[in-house]
């Protein structure tokens, strides 16, 4: 079992950025793929960014690509999402998750989910 609590969600102007962090406790932490997700209301959930449990090997949907940088630290269980630039349409809730996979972007894969923490962009 993996525990995942996402934190430093806020409210930010358009053209800001945001640092989102998840922690991470329970199973070895280094053995998991992870990815973060989003969505707003009425929306599917998306796949933002992924990143390989062991190599560093990540993936960008094509809208963040250049703004977004996903990044992990083993040592502190910690898997970050660095947002630059945000845009109005970004707002969601973002959501991290771990797959026992070792890099998916496929949502089925996940298997271990955070709470939640809300991005609101504002014009």
């Known amino acids: 079992q993996v525990q995942l609590v996402e934190s430093g969600g806020g409210l930010v102007q358009a053209g800001g950025s945001l640092r989102l962090s998840c922690a991470a406790s329970?199973?070895?932490?280094?053995?998991?793929?992870m990815g973060w997700f989003r969505q707003a209301p009425g929306t599917e959930r998306e796949l933002v960014a992924a990143i390989n449990w062991s190599d560093p090997s990540t993936y960008y949907l094509d809208s963040v690509k250049g703004r977004f940088t996903i990044s992990r630290d083993n040592a502190k269980n910690t898997v970050y999402l660095q947002m630059n630039s945000l845009k109005p349409e970004e707002t969601a809730v973002y959501y991290c998750a771990a797959t026992p996979r070792g890099y998916s972007t496929s949502l089925p894969a996940y298997v271990y989910w955070g709470q939640g923490t809300q991005v609101t962009v504002s014009s």
């Open positions: 329970g199973r070895t932490f280094s053995s998991y793929g």
